[in-house]
């Protein structure tokens, strides 16, 4: 059977850093009051004119040099921040990417995007469709802040990583697990921007709504945990490896409670547990990416390690997936 390979990586941020003493300012709190509920320090945030197409075009240009390669069979890109609501984004990007009539499609699960985007490429390759595919998390969450809103202003950030999958076999270095995937329409009101799509077109809400994103935090925290740590131990059955056997956890940047409460869960040292929120913040669909290619490049992910993948987002959806870390070439 074949099996999805990663074989390279790469990420963009804006220039632009945003420290929590100006994202104080702007929403009346004193700085220090952002750190402990979020564990971020600073984020990244687009100039105007800068889309999110724009950062997925420097991210899936660094994955395909990291890759060695020029050319794709398909493009997917994970988003909740499309340039249009019609048509998607991928075909724009890899257009940009010098990858016209490769196949392109938008996926959208929000902040579990990227690993829905990993399903998707894994199921093209499985079948034949495609023997290489660019997978892509790109969002300019800075664009559904509300700086009336201080439980989530702070919080999120924008972005863009990829990585190259090819076809290959299922021992090789870089093989991806199974994938698992879940959704629960229930939780929809707990992270959603009411406003936009089609029931306000069409008057099917009551009244016109912003589109802001909008949270309610305790209960997206317990929800993220809950479903992350069951997404992490179905993948990890699926694949045939004890939770001590996992050398490196990718979670989704959200929080760093989230994080390290998920950490408590499978009971896995803070060590063996990837971060950048710090620095990052929550930049949703990039999340994962994001990190991947900040760890690779730091010399945090070695060959041959065992990765665990897992992400959370609106919807509700989330997901998982395991791989055994290739050896990458690293950026000089």
Not at 79 to 95: E, G, H
Not at 292 to 315: C, E, Y
Request: with cysteine; charged share 20%.
């Amino acid at each position: 059977m074949r099996v999805s390979v990663l074989a390279g990586v790469g990420s963009r941020l804006p220039p632009r850093k945003v420290a929590n003493e100006e994202i104080a300012a702007e929403i009346g709190k004193p700085a220090e009051w952002i750190y402990p509920r979020s564990g971020i320090r600073s984020r990244h945030v687009v100039e105007a004119g800068v889309t999110t197409g724009d950062l997925a075009v420097e991210a899936g240009r660094a994955a395909l040099r990291s890759a060695g390669v020029d050319i794709v069979s398909a493009v997917v890109v994970a988003t909740t921040t499309p340039d249009r609501a019609c048509p998607a984004t991928a075909p724009a990007v890899a257009s940009r990417l010098g990858l016209t009539g490769s196949a392109a499609m938008d996926v959208q699960a929000v902040c579990a995007g990227f690993v829905y985007a990993l399903g998707t490429a894994q199921g093209l390759i499985a079948a034949g469709t495609a023997d290489s595919v660019l997978v892509i998390g790109a969002d300019v969450m800075s664009s559904l802040r509300n700086p009336a809103d201080a439980g989530v202003f702070p919080l999120f950030g924008d972005g863009a990583g990829a990585i190259v999958l090819r076809a290959g076999e299922a021992e090789e270095p870089g093989a991806l697990g199974p994938t698992v995937l879940g959704a629960d329409d229930r939780g929809r009101d707990l992270i959603t921007v009411p406003g936009g799509g089609c029931e306000e077109a069409v008057g099917a809400c009551a009244a016109p709504s912003n589109r802001y994103l909008k949270m309610r935090g305790r209960e997206v925290f317990l929800r993220a945990v809950e479903c992350m740590e069951s997404a992490s131990r179905q993948a990890l059955d699926a694949v045939g490896w004890k939770v001590d056997e996992v050398d490196r956890v990718v979670p989704h940047q959200a929080n760093a409670r989230i994080t390290a409460m998920l950490g408590e869960q499978l009971d896995i040292a803070a060590d063996r547990i990837l971060t950048n929120i710090e620095h990052v913040g929550n930049t949703s669909a990039a999340s994962l990416p994001v990190l991947l290619d900040h760890a690779h490049q730091a010399g945090d992910l070695a060959p041959g390690q065992r990765v665990l993948l897992t992400a959370f987002g609106g919807g509700l959806a989330w997901g998982a997936t395991t791989l055994v870390w290739p050896r990458l070439e690293r950026p000089t």
